[in-house]
């Protein structure tokens, strides 16, 4: 079965600092990963996704995620945060059968 | 590519009412796919299309609820006898189906409030 877990619903960090959006999956099969974010009263948009080669993938925006597969991860990162990032992030898991599984999200403020 | 479109953007109703809401997916994507999101949660998944095939229901759509997608064009969601756990964001999207890795896209959502 399929399923992402993202841990910390929010995140807090400072204009210009790192950010780090946490998310494990689990999967029995190869995974196709996805990271979406979402701003107030709006759908999701695509951020970036992994599916196969190159375990570091480049999105817009800024951001990036490294698969980890040892470590069942593929963490959200962004090396310095901008007023305008401040959203809903989800991490999401495509499975067989064609659904896609999304976690519960993480808040991310940025503090000016 | 014009995007996911999905109307009313806004639906506030009376419990026991019925509420239909419309899909019109980016246009060459054979599949469609039903959400409902609600306040802190990721979307959960409802019901998807292949073309106008209905291909998967979840659990969480009971006997009230209906989706179809004639000719596998736009779809409809219809909520009959409305309760009011069934407030939430309900969310479209669709994929060109090229396989696991086709993302989703998503349109803005209808938000639907039984009062």
């Known amino acids: ?112 | 590519d014009t995007g996911v479109s999905q109307n009313p953007r806004h639906k506030i109703t009376k419990r026991g009412q019925n509420v239909t809401f419309r899909c019109d997916p980016i246009s060459e994507h054979n599949r469609l796919y039903w959400y409902r999101q609600t306040l802190g949660q990721g979307p959960e998944f409802l019901t998807y299309f292949q073309n106008e095939a209905q291909l998967e229901k979840s659990r969480l759509l009971s006997d009230r609820f209906s989706a179809e997608r004639p000719k596998g064009s736009f779809s409809t969601l219809e909520i009959q006898r409305t309760e009011q756990g069934d407030s939430a964001m309900y969310l479209c999207a669709s994929s060109s189906g090229q396989g696991l890795n086709s993302p989703l896209h998503f349109g803005n959502g209808t938000r639907l409030t039984v009062t």
């Not at chain 1, 995974?31 to 599916?51: D, E, H, I």
């Not at chain 1, 898991?93 to 503090?111: C, D, M, R």
Request: with cysteine; proline share 5%; aromatic share 14%.
């Open chain 1, 1 to 112: 079965a399929q399923s992402v877990t993202q841990l910390g619903s929010h995140v807090s960090v400072s204009e210009g600092a790192l950010v780090l959006l946490r998310c494990n999956y689990s999967s029995s099969v190869p995974p196709y990963l996805f990271w979406y974010v979402q701003y107030p009263n709006q759908g999701l948009q695509l951020l970036l996704k992994y599916t196969t080669g190159a375990t570091l993938v480049k999105g817009i925006n800024g951001f990036e995620a490294e698969f980890k597969k040892s470590e069942t991860s593929f963490h959200l990162t962004k090396p310095s945060a901008h007023m305008s990032d401040a959203a809903e992030y989800f991490c999401a898991v495509s499975a067989p059968g064609n659904q896609f599984y999304f976690g519960t999200g993480t808040s991310l403020t940025v503090i000016p």
